[in-house]
């Protein structure tokens, strides 16, 4: 049963002496069920949006209307926030984009199941005695760990809002259960209606997935059902691109998934791991080998993330971290020049690198030695000696520079402190006043 506070409890109490039942719905039901975290309570009742709004504030519980359309009615108890949504069924036209052609509220709690998605996602528990009602079959689907369908007909359900393919897949994933049958084949039957779809929306579920647990298992399962052509659709290319056997032990796109996986649970990163190699394709076909596809690959990634509306910053983070992944990828570098290069990369582009590198290593599928150690050693190094790691961190400013050697300001200012940052990138302790006034004159 969910922990509802008592506050709560108390209203749905005064709620039925109106003959209106508040209920507990979806996720936080299915969660607490299944002794997972819940992190927010939806509820649904047959009450109207107006009527509801007016029997809260009658009893001093703040709601307001936040969505008129789908009746949605945000409410304030005891400082916790609760959406309400209003019973009600959704008509759909053609295509797969879910915008409703009509919705219209219902007294039956029935009707408000079959049009949720997944029967896992549409049981009802009573707010005031935790009774749990059940029109879909969620209850036994939680215990066999299968997601289906909340319609017999899978394919209702599917077409209605393309998607619910990606929350499928999510859903999979993050409660580790299978799909049912006849759910997985309307799925792959339905995957073009994804097109359909905002890429804000698809981008909003793919971040999830990405996030989320089993991220290749999701990934893998986004390819069976054919939906990369819809969300990724430049790594498509990559699916049965082979490579060299000593190397690679997976094709391309099995090995941007293992890739994927194997980085930090954080978006960059997994994005990183997941695009590194979208440029191969590429490359063969442009120039007969792979040697460029870190320049093709940086380009491919900008437009599968701009088309998915990332921000700026995450897609210049991105795609110059995949533009970089090659650099010494033999391991070759001496100290010094690994100094020199990660002060002009800055930290968080060489902590994505060093990252790269070794969840590239492990999503090959060769227990490698991982080149990143050397990478790792000298970068902590440069951190335990406060090496700078950018112009603005050197104890001098382009004023001081100007004034020292009585230049005017422009490019050559700008060379001057290049060139001292990347001298303190090897000799940390001249990063000191003095010593730089000293040490710019050779720059000249
Ligand atoms: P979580 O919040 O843990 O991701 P959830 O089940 O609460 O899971 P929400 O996206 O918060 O998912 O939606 C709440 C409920 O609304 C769902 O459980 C489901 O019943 C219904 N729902 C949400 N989005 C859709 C959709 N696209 N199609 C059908 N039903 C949906
Ligand atoms: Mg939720």
């Given at each position: 049963?969910?922990?509802?506070?008592?506050?709560?409890?108390?209203?749905?109490?005064?709620?039925?002496?109106?003959?209106?039942?508040?209920?507990?719905?979806?996720?936080?039901?299915?969660?607490?069920?299944?002794?997972?975290?819940?992190?927010?309570?939806?509820?649904?009742?047959?009450?109207?949006?107006?009527?509801?709004l007016e029997r809260a504030h009658a009893l001093g519980v703040e709601a307001k209307i936040v969505q008129r359309t789908l009746g949605t009615v945000l409410v304030t108890v005891d400082g916790v926030d609760y959406e309400h949504t209003t019973f009600r069924t959704e008509s759909?036209?053609?295509?797969?984009?879910?915008?409703?052609?009509?919705?219209?509220?219902?007294?039956?709690?029935?009707?408000?199941?079959?049009?949720?998605?997944?029967?896992?996602?549409?049981?009802?528990?009573?707010?005031?005695?935790?009774?749990?009602?059940?029109?879909?079959?969620?209850?036994?689907?939680?215990?066999?760990?299968?997601?289906?369908?909340?319609?017999?007909?899978?394919?209702?359900?599917?077409?209605?809002?393309?998607?619910?393919?990606?929350?499928?897949?999510?859903?999979?994933?993050?409660?580790?259960?299978?799909?049912?049958?006849?759910?997985?084949?309307?799925?792959?039957?339905?995957?073009?209606?994804?097109?359909?779809?905002?890429?804000?929306?698809?981008?909003?579920?793919?971040?999830?997935?990405?996030?989320?647990?089993?991220?290749?298992?999701?990934?893998?399962?986004?390819?069976e059902i054919g939906a990369l052509p819809y969300l990724l659709p430049e790594l498509v290319p990559c699916d049965g691109m082979t490579q060299r056997k000593d190397y690679h032990r997976y094709d391309v796109l099995t090995h941007l998934f293992r890739t994927c996986e194997q980085t930090p649970d954080e978006l960059g990163m997994r994005l990183i791991g997941l695009l590194h190699d979208a440029g191969k394709p590429e490359a063969l076909k442009r120039d007969g080998k792979l040697y460029a596809h870190d320049?093709?690959?940086?380009?491919?990634?900008?437009?599968?993330?701009?088309?998915?509306?990332?921000?700026?910053?995450?897609?210049?983070?991105?795609?110059?971290?995949?533009?970089?992944?090659?650099?010494?990828?033999?391991?070759?570098?001496?100290?010094?020049?690994?100094?020199?290069?990660?002060?002009?990369?800055?930290?968080?582009?060489?902590?994505?690198?060093?990252?790269?590198?070794?969840?590239?290593?492990?999503?090959?599928?060769?227990?490698?030695?991982?080149?990143?150690?050397?990478?790792?050693?000298?970068?902590?190094?440069?951190?335990?000696?406060?090496?700078?790691?950018?112009?603005?961190?050197?104890?001098?400013?382009?004023?001081?520079?100007?004034?020292?050697?009585?230049?005017?300001?422009?490019?050559?200012?700008?060379?001057?402190?290049?060139?001292?940052?990347?001298?303190?990138?090897?000799?940390?302790?001249?990063?000191?006043?003095?010593?730089?006034?000293?040490?710019?004159?050779?720059?000249?």
């Open positions: 049963m969910l922990k509802l506070p008592t506050a709560l409890k108390a209203f749905a109490e005064a709620l039925s002496g109106d003959g209106v039942k508040l209920y507990a719905v979806g996720g936080c039901v299915r969660d607490s069920l299944l002794g997972r975290t819940v992190h927010d309570v939806d509820l649904a009742s047959k009450a109207r949006p107006e009527e509801l759909y036209g053609a295509g797969g984009a879910h915008k409703p052609d009509a919705v219209r509220f219902s007294d039956s709690l029935e009707t408000d199941a079959f049009r949720r998605d997944f029967s896992v996602n549409a049981l009802y528990e009573s707010v005031s005695d935790g009774t749990i009602l059940d029109p879909t079959g969620g209850l036994d689907d939680i215990r066999r760990r299968v997601l289906r369908t909340t319609t017999a007909d899978p394919s209702v359900i599917l077409r209605d809002d393309g998607l619910r393919i990606l929350r499928l897949v999510r859903f999979a994933a993050a409660l580790d259960f299978s799909v049912d049958p006849g759910t997985w084949e309307a799925a792959k039957a339905n995957a073009a209606l994804l097109k359909d779809v905002a890429w804000e929306r698809k981008r909003q579920e793919l971040d999830r997935i990405l996030l989320g647990p089993r991220v290749y298992e999701a990934l893998a399962m986004l390819k320049v093709y690959g940086a380009e491919i990634a900008r437009t599968m993330l701009e088309r998915l509306r990332y921000p700026t910053a995450l897609i210049d983070r991105v795609c110059g971290a995949i533009r970089l992944h090659m650099f010494d990828l033999r391991d070759e570098a001496s100290d010094e020049t690994l100094r020199r290069r990660f002060a002009g990369f800055g930290r968080e582009r060489t902590q994505d690198l060093i990252m790269i590198r070794e969840a590239d290593v492990r999503g090959s599928g060769y227990k490698t030695a991982f080149v990143a150690e050397h990478w790792r050693r000298v970068y902590e190094q440069m951190q335990r000696e406060h090496a700078p790691f950018s112009e603005s961190e050197l104890k001098v400013t382009g004023e001081d520079i100007m004034r020292e050697l009585g230049i005017k300001a422009g490019e050559r200012v700008g060379k001057i402190k290049h060139a001292l940052l990347l001298r303190c990138a090897v000799h940390p302790e001249e990063n000191e006043r003095s010593a730089l006034l000293k040490r710019m004159h050779d720059c000249l």
